[in-house]
């Protein structure tokens, strides 16, 4: 029973990082309309930055900074959102698809630089022994699984909370001003680009901060952590949960987490072994599928306040 | 320096121009990025894969051409694949991009497109796996044409196959009828309308002059590198980034713009290496995105 609650809160905590990614998303997409190709990049550079700063130091390559964890996240989302800043800078007088090409650009070279840049990120082998919160209980592994449930639920709270009153004060007024009638608020003198850039840029700490939290989690972050396929699950977790609803983005991700175990548990119980590799592929498909036929017929996503199961229906 | 990176440079070039022509006619057109272009590759590379399979099942082994590593059957091959691809891309818009370009929000078809891509690619890892496979295993001498430069047969044939296409596409788009309609409304959809331009078959022959070329490349990577389900996304930022800096909507800027990546790919191989070749088209990308966004030929957008 134990082992069971155990693992709950060990779902929970995975399905709640991919939440907290999935708000800074809601932040550049559902509420600015930015486009953004490269998650996994952003969510890479907050973990690479987290690790390198936190970790014990290190004979075969820099960093290893030993800095506490709160600052080692704190760093992730300045440097993640300098990052995301720097993209948007570039782009954002440009047409949206411009920002698309260029995120997906910045996840190719995160990627290569975390591949190959071996004295600073390890190369194919990642950084280890990244220091998790609250260590020292790890001989409890229940007790450790559920500090780990609390302290990642924390960060989630108070991330969506914050968003939820940025999103009514005056810089989200503005934000909103530009999504629904962009000249009116440009005439109101409110500089387009300049608004899109700080949403951008806020949007990419939460990502950078959801990886650093990540990879505290785990204690090891690699390349292959960061591939597409992290950018893809993120969308449709802010599809099936609803773009523009902060609540919509953290629901659908634990639905979509859910449906994403359940389907890879299923297809490893039920698929032979050679087969499996495929069996994984086949769950993208569906997922990309699934993706597409919710553009289609309900752009508006399950969770959000114009949802299912929402208060007000369109 | 080594000059071999030109004849290498100058391959992987007219490679990702055949692409980037589709990236840039879809751009200008249907006004989007597709992201599943580089799946259109893979999936005509995996076609042509496929219907040589069935030839060699039917005719059994034949000999290859002169010094060349494939023979008839390959040409043949290439060709059924265009067609496969083609139809491909008809259905994916008939059953995606049409439905959403409808309702007008142009960022929505983009999103659908990278759905798409991921599908397309996940499916043909569980068709095909993801392990490389290769049209011919032999391997070819290359040839030295002097100041130090080798080339393969192959790729002589590759470079004047890329010279054809390159040259029949121009003048397409500059003499046909089909062409001029397709220009005019990408300079101007509404005025095209109004003049009575069949819009439905400028959408169709976008996407099949695309998908075909984007086939070719796709066979041409296959027969001088090898045939992978990510070979298309390996590509696409390349393709990006060439038809970027040769200015969206121009044919011929799309290849200039993919040889100059091409090139810079190659000498950058020599100088700091192959693994950093991935970095180059988007270094390429920055700059022209932040010094000159319509490129070399580009229009500024309207």
Not at chain 1, 249 to 264: K, Q, R, T, Y
Not at chain 2, 32 to 51: E, P, R
Request: proline share 4%.
């Amino acid at each position: 029973m134990i082992d069971l609650l155990g693992y709950g809160a060990f779902f929970m905590s995975s399905a709640l990082i991919f939440g907290l990614i999935a708000l800074g998303l809601n932040l550049q997409w559902g509420q600015t309309g930015l486009f953004n190709v490269g998650i996994a990049g952003f969510v890479a550079i907050g973990a690479y930055t987290s690790a390198i700063l936190t970790t014990p130091e290190t004979a075969d390559r820099i960093g290893g900074f030993d800095w506490p964890i709160l600052a080692g996240w704190l760093a992730a989302a300045v440097v993640t959102a300098a990052a995301a800043a720097f993209t948007g800078f570039a782009t954002l007088r440009l047409k949206s698809d411009y920002l698309a090409i260029t995120t997906f650009g910045v996840a190719v070279v995160v990627q290569l630089v975390a591949l190959n840049a071996q004295s600073l990120t390890g190369g194919p082998f990642g950084v280890a022994f990244i220091p998790r919160p609250f260590a020292s209980l790890q001989d409890q592994p229940a007790l450790f699984n559920f500090i780990n449930l609390a302290v990642i639920a924390a960060v989630t709270i108070a991330v969506y909370l914050a968003l939820e009153h940025l999103a009514r004060s005056p810089w989200g007024r503005v934000l909103k001003a530009l999504r629904e009638d962009e000249r009116a608020a440009i005439s109101l003198g409110k500089s387009a680009r300049s608004y899109r850039i700080q949403a951008f840029a806020a949007g990419g700490a939460v990502m950078g901060l959801a990886g650093a939290v990540q990879a505290h989690f785990i204690g090891f972050i690699a390349p292959n952590g960061y591939l597409p396929t992290l950018t893809f699950q993120v969308w449709a977790m802010l599809m099936v949960g609803g773009s523009g609803s902060n609540r919509g983005a953290i629901l659908g991700s634990v639905v979509v987490w859910a449906i994403w175990v359940g389907a890879g548990a299923f297809s490893a119980a039920v698929v032979p072994g050679d087969w499996q590799a495929r069996a994984a592929s086949l769950q993208i498909v569906a997922i990309g599928v699934m993706l597409c036929l919710i553009l289609l017929w309900r752009p508006q996503g399950f969770f959000g306040p114009h949802g299912l199961f929402g208060k007000r229906r369109l | 320096m080594n000059l071999q990176f030109i004849v290498d440079g100058l391959i992987s070039g007219s490679l990702i121009g055949l692409g980037a022509i589709g990236i840039t006619l879809t751009y200008s057109i249907l006004r989007f990025s597709n992201f599943a272009h580089g799946d259109f590759m893979a999936w005509g590379a995996y076609g042509t894969l496929s219907v040589v399979a069935a030839i060699g099942a039917l005719v059994g082994t034949t000999a290859p051409m002169g010094a060349l590593s494939f023979g008839w059957p390959l040409i043949l091959a290439a060709i059924a694949g265009m067609i496969m691809t083609a139809c491909l891309a008809l259905v994916l818009d008939w059953l995606l991009f049409a439905r959403l370009r409808d309702r007008g929000q142009s960022i929505i078809v983009v999103m659908a497109s990278f759905g798409a891509s991921m599908a397309l690619r996940s499916l043909l890892e569980f068709i095909f796996t993801s392990s490389p496979t290769y049209f011919s295993r032999g391997i070819q001498m290359a040839i030295p044409i002097g100041f130090g430069i080798r080339i393969t047969p192959d790729q002589m044939v590759m470079l004047a196959t890329t010279i054809i296409l390159v040259t029949a596409m121009h003048l397409f788009m500059q003499r046909s009828q089909t062409g001029r309609e397709m220009r005019a409304y990408s300079q101007n959809p509404s005025l095209a309308r109004v003049v009575g331009i069949d819009t439905a078959r400028v959408v169709r022959a976008t996407w099949i002059i695309g998908a075909a070329l984007a086939c070719a490349a796709g066979v041409m990577v296959g027969i001088l590198v090898q045939i992978r389900p990510l070979m298309g996304l390996d590509l696409l930022l390349p393709m990006f980034a060439a038809a970027i800096l040769g200015g969206i909507g121009s044919v011929p800027g799309a290849v200039l713009g993919g040889l100059i990546i091409g090139l810079s790919e190659a000498a950058a191989v020599q100088l700091i290496g192959a693994e950093w070749r991935a970095a180059i088209a988007f270094a390429i990308l920055m700059a022209v995105l932040l010094v000159r966004p319509t490129g070399l030929f580009g229009r500024a957008e309207r």
